[in-house]
């Protein structure tokens, strides 16, 4: 009888851990090319692109579900084709090597859906500065995705329209 209750508290250890692997890793996650993988492959070009939505971060935590994202606060909508274009060649020259940055601030923050006649893509943005580098860090993920752990993490130095495009906070 006494290990009745050691029992049912490592059943619920072992679902609570369960859960928090799934949601972490697994939950909101799709298969396929990540955004820039896409854009650079040709399977997204800019005229596929019906508008990009400059999007406020959440504070404190990343949105996981698709509910999450519908509460975020949409600072812009990009939708004339110009400057779509300069936004998806930005996004085709990342690299994914990072430059040796000595303790970067971020000096903004800001989510870029990018949507499409097929689904959306998310790319997390953060504007890096450490007094020699300057550039963005997006982490970018792949078609209809809503979990932030599945992005691969780029860096662009030419960011001049993403930078634009991010600072549209009002």
Known sequence: MKKLPLLLVTVGIIAISFFAIYTT????????????????SGRLHPSAVKSIDVV??????????ASEYARLKKLAEITTPSEIKGIIENLST?????????????NDVCYLRI???NGWYWIYCNLLDDGQYRGLEANANTMNATNP????????????VI????????
């Not at 990342?94 to 971020?106: E, L, T």
């Not at 752990?149 to 130095?157: E, K």
């Open 25 to 40: 890793f697994i939950y909101g996650r799709t298969y396929g090319p990540d955004c820039i993988e896409a854009i650079r």
């Open 56 to 65: 406020a971060h959440q504070v404190g935590s990343m949105p996981f579900r």
């Open 94 to 106: 990342a690299d994914r090597q990072f430059p040796n940055m000595n303790h970067p601030v971020v």
């Open 115 to 117: 949507n499409t006649e």
């Open 149 to 160: 752990n599945g992005g691969r993490r780029y860096f662009l130095y030419a960011t001049d």
């Open 163 to 170: 930078i634009a495009a991010a600072r549209m906070k009002k």
